[in-house]
C-alpha cells in the first residue's frame, strides 16, 4: 500500500505559474506509473502527466495535448516525490488536481489539491 499527498494548489491569475507536489509514503523508484491527473465537476478524470517505468530508472512521460509545452511533471526519487510544475496557466485548468501511482498492478489515488484559475 501507498499513501500519497498532494500540496500546492491555490489561486492564480490567469498567466501565472503553481507547483504541486506529491509526497508518497515509500520509494518510488519501481513504480509501474506515478502522475497526475484532474477533474472538474460532470467530467471525468483525465491524465495531465504521468511517468511510466522502462523498467531500471527509465521512465517514458506523457503529457495531455491541452497542457503540453506549458506544464513540466519532474520526480525526486530521494524525496519520494512528484512535482507538477504549471505555467501559464488559464482558466481551463480548474479542477481537482490528483496525484495516482500504480507500484504493482493496483493503483491509489491522493485526496487532491484544488487548482483556481480566476482574475
Known amino acids: 500500500q501507498v499513501q500519497l499527498v498532494e500540496s500546492g494548489g491555490g489561486l492564480v491569475q490567469p498567466g501565472g505559474s503553481l507547483r504541486l507536489s506529491c509526497a508518497a509514503s515509500?520509494?518510488?523508484?519501481?513504480?509501474?506509473?506515478m502522475g497526475w491527473y484532474r477533474q472538474v465537476p460532470g467530467k471525468e478524470r483525465e491524465l495531465v502527466a504521468g511517468f511510466t517505468s522502462g523498467g531500471g530508472r527509465n521512465y517514458a512521460i506523457k503529457y495531455a495535448g491541452s497542457v503540453k509545452g506549458r506544464f513540466t511533471i519532474s520526480r525526486d526519487n530521494a524525496k519520494n516525490t512528484v512535482y507538477l510544475q504549471m505555467n501559464s496557466l488559464k482558466p481551463d485548468d480548474t479542477a481537482l488536481y490528483y496525484c495516482y501511482a500504480q507500484p504493482v498492478g493496483m493503483g491509489y489515488w491522493g485526496k487532491g489539491t484544488l487548482v483556481t484559475v480566476s482574475s
Open positions: 515509500r520509494s518510488i523508484v519501481s513504480f509501474e506509473a
